[in-house]
C-alpha cells in the first residue's frame, strides 16, 4: 500500500490532524473516513456537483480534489452548514420554497448556494442561476431552488 | 367566545416532510448506509453485443488476498429475471448486450473487488449483431434469443371500428413517420442494494431502492428460490426513481449470490459510467401513422405501426405500448383506429419504463401530426383540437370511461393565458430560415390519473394507529421516491382527524411492517395510496367519535374532530381535547387502542384481450403551449416560455404539485433539445454527465402553470394523479413551436443544434 500522507486542517470548524493515501479523493475522505456522508457521489468527474464542499469559503467539487490538499485549508460541508445558523435562512428557504424533492442533489445545492450567496449576498435569479450552473437536479426543474436562493437572500440582507 | 376556525390543509402549500432532514444531509441513501461486516461486491460486464462465452477462468481473481467470492452462471442457480423470463442474472451460454453480467467479486474493500475484476479472463466467439430494430425482423436475421426465433420480445393488436370505412369517409389524410430517441432517467443517486442474508434463519434482507418492494419481493422469492416470507425490503430514502426503479435488474440477485456465497453482508453500488451503461433508457421508438378528417374537421380514423427497440432483453417497459395505445385511441374522439406495435430484440442497450410509458413518444407522434392536419384543412390547431377533443361523461373504443374530464379547459386556458392563436398567427407569418425566429406550438396529453389495473389488483393497503398523546402513525404500501407522497398522505389524514401535520410519522419502508401496494407507476400513489388512507383514517375517526357519544349528551354524528380536540360540528365549540379521549378508552376496563386498517381497491377493471376496459379510476388531461426562438445560422433552439394547464381533479398541496409540474417541463425539455444516447454498435458513446446533456439552471424557462380542477369524485378529496402528465407534451409542443417559426417540421428527436441545423438546410439527419 501506498504511504501516508499527514495533513491538518480545520473541518466544519474543528481542527483536524489526519494520514491519508495521496490517491484518496477529498470526496471519499469525508464520506469513508470522516463519516460525513452528507456530501454525496453523484458522478466522480466534476460535472454533477452532488459533491459540493467550501474549501477556504470557495466551492469545489470535492471528488475532484485529492484529500491531501485539505493540508492548511478550512474545510465546510453539509454538516457544517447544518448547524451554522447564519445559514438557517437558505436552509429553511429550501424546505419552505420546496426547493428539494428527492434530496440526493439537496447539500450540494445548498453548499453551492452559501457560496453564491457570500459572493453574491442581492443575488438576483440570473445571478443564482449562473452560480447553480454546475449543479444538476433531476427532479425540481429547479424553479423553487432559485426562489429558495433568492428569498433566503432576502431574509438574509433584512437580518443585517 | 368565538370557537376557533381550523383551516383546511387542501390546497394549501405544504413543505414537504422530509426536507429538513434533507437540507441538514442528514438522509441517508443507501450510499450511505454500511453494515458491519459488509463486503463490496462488483460485476463483470461483457465488451462484447453478441457473442458466445467460450471459457471464464476466475482462478487469479479467486486467488487475490481479500477477495471472499467470485461467481459466473455455473455457480448460480439459472432463473432468468424480466418479463419475458429472459435475463439470466448472470449469464452463462452468451451475450446479448454490452451491459451483460458475466462474473461477479465480493470483496474487503472496493479496491480489491476492482482489481480481482481486472484478473478474469473471458474468452468469447462473435455473433452476427443486430443494432438496427428493422434488420431485427428481416428474414434470415440473426437470432438474438433461442426462444424468440422472430426477435419479437412482444406484440399488440388493437382495433375499435373499421378504418377502411373511416379513410373512406375522409377529405385529408395524412402519413408521417416520427422516429424517437433513446435517453435515460440520470437519478442523482445512483443505484444499488444491499443484501444481508442470514445462512441459519433463511432470513435476507435486502436495502432497495424498488418503486415496488412488494411485487420485487414476490419476483425476488422466484428467481432466488426461496420461500417468500423469509424476504423483507427495507427502503432507505431513494435518490430518484422516474421508473427505473420498476424491474428486478441483474445487479440485485447477484449482491444476494454473492452474499449467500460469503455468509456476509454484501453492498453493490454502481459508478456513474455503469448507471449510464447498466440502467434502462426510454425505449426509441419508429412510429408510422396515418390519420384522416372530413372538411368540417371531424377526425374519421388512425392506423398506427410502431417499432420499439427492446435491446437485448426484455423489462416492464416493453409494455408501454398499453399506454401509447390509449393516447392514439383515445386522446381524440376518432370513430376507427387500428393500431399495432412490436417490441423487438436488437443487440442494443435494452429498455426500461421510464416516466410517461410510452406516452412521450406516442404524443411526439399524434400532436404533431394533428397540426399538420389542422394545415391541410385549414383549420387553426387549436379549433381543430378542440372540435375533436374529448369530453366528460364519454367512453372512448377503448372503453376507457371519462367521468371527469378537463381537456376543453385546459386547451382554452393554455391557449388563452399564452395568447396562442393570435400569437401563433403573427409569428407564423414572419416565419423564416434566417436570422433568429420564434414560435409558438401545443401539444395535449391524456395518461392514467386513477391508477391502471394490470396487475391482478391496483390497491393499497393503510394501517393507522393513535397513541395516548394523539400522534398518528400512518403505515402505508406506497413509497416515497422523491415525489411527496408521504406529506399528502399525512395532509389528507390530517384533515380527516383534525390533526396538525406534526402530529404524524408516516411509515413507508419496510415489507415486514407495511401493508401490501401494487408500486409506485402509473401516477398512482395520491390517488389510490390517499384513498386508502383516507379509509383507515375515516375508521378511526368513527371510533373515536362513538366513543366521543358515549362520554357525553351528544350523538356521534354531532361531533366531528378539529384543532387536536372533538368538536361540536355545528359550531366548533369544543368537547374535549382528542388525546383525552384516547387515554380514557385505553385505560378503561374496556381497554381500547385506535388502530385500523384499510385495504382501497379502486373501481377500474382489467381490459380485455382485445385490450378494452375502463381500466383506470380517472384520467389526467394536460395542454402545454411552448415559446422558442430559433437561430437559424446555429440551430440552437431556445425554449423561452412554458404554459401549462394540467386537469389535476383537485390541487392537494399546491407545492408539491408545482414542483412535480415544474420538474416535469424541465425533463420534457431536455427530451426535446438535449438529452441522447448515442449507441454506435452496441456500445453507448457518452456514459458521463459532460456528453449526456441534462437541462442546467440557466436554460430553465418561465412557466405559468394553470390548475384546472374537476373534482373527481372518486379521487382522494377530488384529486388525481399528476406525477407522469408534465413531461408528456414537451417534445410535440417544440416540434410544433419549430415549424411555426421556421416552416420546417422536424419528425425526429432530439432537437439538437445540428439536428435542426441540417433540417433547416434541407438535409434532415
Known sequence: ?160 | MNAPQHASLIGQRIPKMDAPEKVAGKTRYIQDLNLPGQLYGLILRTERVHARIVSIDTSAAKALPGVRAVLTAADVPIHPIGVNKDNPPLKGDKVRCERDEVAAVAADSLEIAQAAIKLIKVEYEDLPPIFDPRDSIKDGAPVIHAAKPDNVAMAFDYAHGDVERGEAESDVVVEDEFTLHRVTHCCMGVSGVIADFEPVSGNLTLYSNTQVPFLHKREFAEVLGMDPSRIRIIQPPIGGGFGSKLDIYPFEPIAVYLAKATRRPVKLIFTREEEFIASPTRQPAIIRLRSGAKKDGTLTFRTVDVLLDNGGYTSWGATIPFVMMQTFSSLYRVPHCRYHTKAVYTNNPFAGSFRGYGNLQATFAIEQQMDKMADALGIEPYEFRLKNAQNAGEVTGQGMHFKTCGFQDCLETAAGRSGFVEKRKALGAAKGLSGVRRGVGMASMLHVGGGAKIYPSDGCGTILKLDDFGHVTIMTGASEIGQGSETVLAQLVCEELGVPMSAVTVVNNDTDITPWDVGVHASRTTFIAGNSAIGAARKAKDKILAAAATVSNMKAEEMDLKGGNIVRASDGEKVMPLAKMLRQLHFSDKAELVMTTNYYEPPSVHQDKGFKGDVSAAYAWATQVVEVEVDTDTGIVKLLKVWAAHDVGRVLNEMGIEGQIEGGIIMGQGYALCEDMPVVEGHLVNPAFRDYKLITAPEIPEMDISFIETMDGEGPQGAKGVGEAPSICMAAAVANAIENATGVRIASLPFTPERVYSALKGRPL
Open chain 1, 1 to 160: 500500500m501506498s504511504s501516508l500522507v499527514e495533513i491538518s486542517c480545520v473541518v466544519n470548524g474543528t481542527p483536524t490532524r489526519l494520514a491519508v493515501p495521496p490517491e484518496t479523493s477529498a470526496l471519499a475522505l469525508l464520506r469513508d473516513h470522516l463519516g460525513l456522508s452528507g456530501t454525496k457521489y453523484g458522478c466522480g468527474e466534476g460535472e454533477c456537483g452532488a459533491c459540493t464542499i467550501l474549501v477556504d469559503g470557495v466551492s469545489v467539487n470535492s471528488c475532484l480534489m485529492f484529500a491531501v490538499d485539505f493540508d492548511g485549508r478550512t474545510v465546510t460541508t453539509i454538516e457544517g452548514l447544518a448547524v451554522d445558523r447564519a445559514s438557517d435562512p437558505l436552509r429553511q428557504a429550501f424546505v419552505e420554497k420546496g426547493g428539494v424533492q428527492c434530496g440526493f442533489c439537496t447539500p450540494g445545492m445548498v453548499v453551492q448556494s452559501r457560496h453564491v450567496l457570500d459572493k453574491h449576498p442581492n443575488a438576483g435569479p440570473d445571478e443564482v442561476k449562473r452560480g447553480l450552473e454546475g449543479n444538476l437536479c433531476r427532479c425540481t426543474g429547479y424553479k423553487k431552488i432559485v426562489e429558495a436562493v433568492i428569498t433566503a437572500a432576502a431574509a438574509q440582507s433584512a437580518a443585517e
